[in-house]
């Protein structure tokens, strides 16, 4: 298989895999704030919205983007949904800011302004 058929597919299924968890947190947030998940859940989400939104971003380079299935708005609105869907759970709110290593209001700010244009 090729490089580029394996980042297609990859970058395919991750696609699917944000739109399924946007659409989980909003039926069934529970698991999501859990002792088992919460802080992780919480970590990986602010990663993923830090990558996409900072200049660690712009590191990411894709000939033809379409090709490749590779949608940065769509799956920052993704992500943003899943916070607006656990939003009214403290514990999850508090896993969010105390995230130092991806945290910061700036991102969120930046994450906003992009999903809006």
Avoid: W
Avoid at 45 to 67: A, M, S, V, Y
Avoid at 87 to 92: L, Q, R, S, V, W
Avoid at 101 to 107: G, I, L, N, V
């Amino acid at each position: 298989m090729s490089e580029s058929r394996k980042a297609k597919g990859s970058l395919q299924l991750s696609n699917m895999v944000i739109q399924l968890l946007a659409k989980v947190t909003k039926h069934c947030p529970e698991p999501f704030v859990s002792k088992d998940l919460g802080e992780k859940f919480a970590q990986a989400i602010n990663f993923c919205l830090d990558q996409l939104t900072t200049q660690k971003g712009l590191k990411f380079k894709i000939k033809d983007p379409e090709r490749f299935y590779f949608e940065p708005k769509s799956l920052l609105v993704n992500l943003i949904t899943m916070f607006a869907n656990m939003a009214h759970f403290e514990k999850f709110r508090e896993s969010v800011v105390q995230d130092a290593r991806s945290y910061s209001d700036e991102t969120f700010a930046k994450a906003l302004k992009i999903c809006n244009s």
